[in-house]
């Protein structure tokens, strides 16, 4: 596995077409969801997430939300640049990607965040996460050739 992830050329992909263009769907996805918390007027923090930002803190929310959406925006650019320079990296990317479910589940245990009604982001997270680690295995795999 560990030649699949980190394979010896990173410029090839020997694997399936279909999991190259799902994987830039959900690189699409994290973009348009990173731009929303950059560049909203309040990060999406009240509009999205139903988080409540009119008391003294709300400043502060909506500020961190436009940061969260700052270092998703750099991350994404990141693994777009990587997707397309280093194609043999596409299990790499995808695995990044999937990393991201569990790591919120654990932020969210450590602190919980009080909203009106649960954001998109967490009635997501696990049907994404089980769909990248499907995506991920899938990407592993090496396409036959034709004898």
């Known amino acids: 596995m560990r030649n699949s992830v980190f394979p010896s050329n990173p410029r090839d992909y020997d694997g399936y077409r279909f999991v190259r263009v799902m994987a830039f769907l959900f690189l699409l996805v994290v973009i348009v969801r990173s731009g929303i918390h950059l560049f909203a007027p309040d990060g999406g923090a009240n509009s999205i997430a139903g988080v409540e930002i009119s008391g003294p803190d ?7 939300f436009h940061q969260w959406g700052a270092i998703q925006l750099l ?19 995808i695995l990044s990607l999937s990393l991201d479910a569990p790591l919120r589940a654990l932020a969210g245990f450590m602190g919980e965040l009080e909203s009106s009604h649960v954001p998109p982001g967490a009635a997501l997270n696990w049907p994404v996460f089980y769909a990248l680690i499907v995506l991920f295995i899938i990407s592993l795999l090496k396409k036959r050739t034709k004898a």
């Open 58 to 64: 709300g400043n502060n929310v909506v500020a961190l």
């Open 75 to 93: 991350l994404a650019a990141l693994l777009l640049v990587i997707f397309f320079v280093y194609k043999g990296l596409t299990p790499l990317v």
